[in-house]
């Protein structure tokens, strides 16, 4: 695993045990908007690319009760870890497996429906990644992906990336993510032999009026940094990141969330 890689497993680790807890309702009340436009057939099988805690892959569950084979895989090992817990706990018969998108250790043609939400904006690899979730694809079956888009998060990572080079020096700041654009996402898609059903890129621009859990949240929603700070050189950096908000954004900080939402089918 490359170090960009290992730095947001670990961060994602790290963030595990408070990931539902702070972000959950907003991942599901996405995934919530594209699951009633899906249609797989009786019983599918479902996968879950970057299924993190499992809310994504236990709600299709729930939605598609019942269906065949459950699968989850995520490269944090404290997400894995998570996620198979609350399996146990919920007597959901899902296999989660610690592995990475860009080459799934799955067979071709497997599932109906492939789950990635709020993931692909990370892989590395994004031409590679969306190859892999169209080959275990049946031919019809469908992905359902969320992804952050252009220009979101931009003011944030710009900010965390200027406190890490004045907190802890220059050379412990991780690069600036880039993220796809919904132009990027759909050529991508289009590309791996799916046809494109429904891509919507929603945009918000806010102003963030109370720093620390703002902060906080994005801590633990975009973990590019953490992961291989200890928990002493994290606290820092949140707090120099709130106090500098606080002072240079008195009016709030503005910041963009923009993220599409997308279905398309496995053209047979």
Same mark, same amino acid.
């Given at each position: 695993?490359?170090?960009?890689? !290992? &730095?947001?497993?670990?961060?994602?680790? &790290? +963030?595990? #045990?408070?990931?539902? @807890?702070?972000?959950?309702?907003?991942? @599901?009340?996405?995934?919530? %908007?594209?699951?009633?436009?899906?249609?797989?057939?009786?019983?599918?099988?479902?996968?879950?690319? $970057?299924?993190? +805690? $499992?809310?994504?892959?236990?709600?299709?569950?729930?939605?598609? =009760?019942? +269906?065949?084979?459950?699968?989850?895989?995520?490269?944090?090992?404290?997400?894995? !870890?998570?996620?198979?817990?609350? =399996?146990?706990?919920?007597?959901?018969?899902?296999?989660?497996?610690?592995?990475?998108?860009?080459?799934?250790?799955?067979?071709?043609?497997?599932?109906?429906?492939?789950?990635?939400?709020?993931?692909?904006?990370?892989?590395?690899?994004?031409?590679?990644?969306?190859? /892999?979730? !169209?080959?275990?694809?049946?031919?019809?079956?469908?992905?359902?992906?969320?992804?952050?888009?252009?220009?979101?998060? %931009? /003011?944030?990572?710009?900010?965390?990336?200027?406190?890490?080079?004045?907190?802890?020096?220059?050379? %412990?700041?991780?690069?600036?993510?880039?993220?796809?654009?919904?132009?990027?996402?759909?050529? @991508?898609?289009?590309? =791996?032999?799916?046809?494109? /059903?429904?891509?919507?890129? %929603?945009?918000?621009?806010?102003?963030?009026?109370?720093? @620390?859990?703002?902060?906080?949240?994005?801590?633990?929603?975009?973990?590019?940094?953490?992961?291989?700070?200890?928990? =002493? /050189?994290?606290?820092?950096?949140?707090?120099?990141?709130?106090?500098?908000?606080?002072?240079?954004?008195?009016?709030?900080?503005?910041?963009?969330?923009?993220?599409?939402?997308?279905? #398309? +089918?496995?053209?047979?």
């Amino acid at each position: 695993m490359d170090g960009q890689k !290992a &730095r947001l497993a670990m961060g994602y680790s &790290r +963030t595990s #045990a408070l990931y539902d @807890l702070l972000a959950g309702h907003g991942y @599901l009340a996405a995934i919530r %908007r594209l699951l009633p436009l899906v249609r797989v057939r009786h019983r599918p099988a479902i996968l879950d690319v $970057g299924c993190g +805690t $499992g809310l994504n892959l236990f709600e299709a569950a729930r939605w598609f =009760a019942p +269906t065949g084979p459950l699968v989850g895989i995520d490269l944090s090992p404290g997400m894995v !870890a998570v996620a198979a817990a609350k =399996a146990r706990q919920l007597g959901i018969p899902a296999t989660i497996l610690l592995g990475d998108a860009e080459r799934l250790p799955l067979p071709d043609a497997s599932f109906d429906l492939v789950l990635c939400n709020s993931v692909f904006h990370w892989f590395r690899d994004r031409p590679a990644a969306m190859r /892999e979730m !169209a080959r275990v694809l049946k031919p019809g079956g469908q992905l359902a992906l969320i992804t952050a888009t252009a220009p979101g998060f %931009r /003011e944030w990572f710009l900010l965390i990336d200027a406190v890490i080079r004045v907190v802890l020096g220059p050379d %412990r700041a991780p690069p600036i993510p880039e993220l796809p654009t919904a132009e990027e996402v759909a050529a @991508l898609m289009q590309a =791996a032999g799916l046809a494109v /059903e429904r891509l919507q890129n %929603r945009i918000q621009r806010d102003l963030i009026v109370q720093p @620390l859990p703002f902060v906080q949240l994005m801590s633990v929603i975009a973990p590019t940094w953490p992961g291989d700070l200890s928990d =002493a /050189e994290v606290a820092r950096v949140q707090q120099a990141a709130a106090q500098l908000m606080a002072v240079a954004w008195p009016q709030g900080f503005p910041f963009t969330w923009s993220a599409v939402e997308a279905l #398309a +089918t496995k053209i047979v």
